[in-house]
């Protein structure tokens, strides 16, 4: 099971950008999907964005579609999540995730497709 580091959260103005990183540790990252959901206080989890194994194909919320940009580098066992844009509504404590399968082709953007977790990063976007 991999392990996850998020980075990169903290305070902005809105209409400004953020980028988050999240290290993993363990010789699974490149076989696995990775996704990012944030949670906002008193409200659930939600899905943010997912990348497949291969970094092709890549799939995100209807809220942040066309601002926020997932990616990765396999070979830094590292993904990224570029927030352009940012809005009020965007302040959340962001958590990077690691999928239960391996080399799926298919997104599943639950939570429960998600076996390893980060502890979080926090965003902070003031209006």
């Known amino acids: 099971q991999v392990q996850l580091v998020e980075s990169g959260g903290g305070l902005v103005q809105a209409g400004g950008s953020l980028r988050l990183s999240c290290a993993a540790s363990g010789p699974t990252f490149s076989k696995q999907g990775m996704a990012w959901f944030r949670q906002a206080p008193g409200k659930e989890r939600e899905f943010v964005a997912e990348?497949?194994?291969?970094?092709?194909?890549?799939y995100y919320a209807d809220s942040v579609k066309g601002r926020f940009t997932i990616s990765r580098d396999n070979a830094k066992n590292t993904v990224y999540l570029q927030m352009n844009s940012l809005k009020p509504e965007d302040t959340a404590l962001y958590y990077c995730a690691a999928s239960r399968s391996y080399y799926s082709g298919i997104p599943s953007m639950a939570y429960g497709a998600f076996g390893s977790w980060g502890q979080g990063t926090q965003v902070t976007v003031s209006s």
């Open positions: 990348i497949l194994w291969s970094g092709v194909h890549t």
